[in-house]
């Protein structure tokens, strides 16, 4: 048995002091409760995972130190349905490692989102111990709405998780998304992980979401775009500053 969050609904909507989140409610780190005598996380299958001084890998891979080794990513970017990954635990067992993100599965007829979905990582805690990956969100909307935040971020600390995946699919128009953002990116730590996937399918579609600023541009900038295929890993990132070039918003990821 695996925990997960789905969610049907005819409209769903967030309000601004609103959220769903599963932040820390993937797989267990080493040396967590439950998975005591364990040095390493868990990944997919619950199988052994990141080693001790590594972050958990799932879209992005976990930052690893002192010879510490992450689990290999895995999971699918335009459909994930995957738990984050457990990150290894400190230099003794007094440091366990912090639980990857949770799963959210989104299935409506509209969404609106002007507060937040979460599926961050757990913060990693002392003696190098790593911090969880970012779990999943898998949205699946006739029309998308909001001016808040989507994220699937890896956990912090000193030594980082990895982004997870996030994927939107919509078959209508998006409205009043100018600063509706979404983020699986690695969060700042002494060894950081990589980031994960974005990925969005609206063939053809006029976008005008806005992404928050990644140090490329001065912050959150709306601007327009036409997603002309399946888009994900937007920059490298999934925080696309304004200043980076169009052909990036206008083209598949490599």
């Known amino acids: ?40 996380g868990r990944w997919q299958g619950n199988a052994i995972g990141s080693t001790v001084h590594a972050g958990g890998s799932y879209g992005g891979l976990g930052g690893a130190t002192s010879g510490g080794v992450p689990n290999p990513l895995y999971g699918s970017s335009n ?5 984050g990954a457990g990150g290894g635990r400190g230099s003794d067992d007094n440091w366990p490692g912090s639980d990857g993100g949770g799963r959210i599965a989104i299935l409506a007829g509209s969404l609106q989102v002007d507060g937040l979905i979460s599926a961050d990582g757990a913060t ?18 006739g029309a998308l709405a909001g001016q808040g935040a989507i994220r699937a971020q890896g956990g912090s600390g000193q030594v980082g998780g990895g982004g997870g995946r996030i994927a939107v699919h919509f078959t209508g128009e998006a409205s009043n998304t100018n600063t509706l953002t979404f983020s699986t990116a690695a969060n700042v730590a002494g060894a950081p992980g990589q980031p994960g996937s974005l990925f969005f399918d609206r063939t053809y579609a006029y976008v005008p979401f806005s992404f928050a600023g990644d140090g490329a541009g001065s912050g959150p900038s709306p601007f327009s775009l036409y997603i002309t295929s399946l888009v994900r890993n937007l920059a490298g990132t999934a925080t696309v500053g304004w200043s980076d070039s169009v052909a990036r918003r206008t083209s598949p990821a490599t």
Do not use: M, W
């Open 1 to 40: 048995f695996e925990s997960a969050l789905d969610v049907l609904a005819g409209t769903l909507v967030i309000a601004t002091n609103g959220a769903i989140d599963v932040a820390g409610r993937g797989y267990l780190g080493g040396e967590r409760p439950a998975n005591n005598g364990t040095n390493e």
């Open 79 to 83: 459909a994930p349905v995957d738990l």
């Open 124 to 141: 990693g805690g002392g003696a190098q111990a790593g911090a969880g990956s970012g779990g999943s969100v898998y949205i699946r909307v």
